[in-house]
């Protein structure tokens, strides 16, 4: 098993950057990590994920670019740099972590935390 905290999140504005953390408990290296994000009155989606080696990464379109995934597993810590953020970024914004491969689909991440707000106001 694994335990997940985000911190990081904030009230930035239109263009600026961010950066959150996710902090895990665990084994944390043997888990594919990722990124998803929920605004106010829509689905849960995927940002980004990185494989367990840190060798295979993936973006959804909306943030290719301009986000990026890392990890750091000799600190339990998976990041997310968030560069040139635009007004519709602003979510709450939730690390997952999975013993699948990497993958975008939420339904094969068991583990979460509890989310970090981003806030990008125009």
């Known amino acids: 098993q694994v335990q997940l905290a985000e911190s990081g999140g904030g009230l930035v504005q239109d263009g600026g950057s961010l950066r959150i953390t996710c902090t895990a408990s665990?084994?944390?290296?043997?888990?594919?990590m990722a990124w998803f994000r929920q605004a106010p009155g829509m689905e849960r989606e995927f940002v980004a994920s990185?494989?367990?080696?840190?060798?295979?990464?993936g973006y959804a379109d909306s943030v290719k670019g301009r986000f990026t995934i890392s990890r750091d597993d000799s600190k339990n810590t998976l990041y997310l740099q968030m560069n040139s953020l635009k007004v519709e970024d602003t979510a709450v914004y939730f690390c997952?972590?999975?013993?699948?491969?990497?993958?975008?689909?939420?339904?094969?991440?068991?583990?979460w935390g509890q989310g970090t707000q981003v806030t990008v106001s125009s």
């Open positions: 665990g084994r944390f290296s043997d888990y594919t």
């Open positions: 997952a972590a999975s013993k699948a491969p990497t993958d975008r689909t939420i339904g094969v991440y068991p583990y």
């Open positions: 990185i494989a367990w080696l840190g060798d295979i990464k």
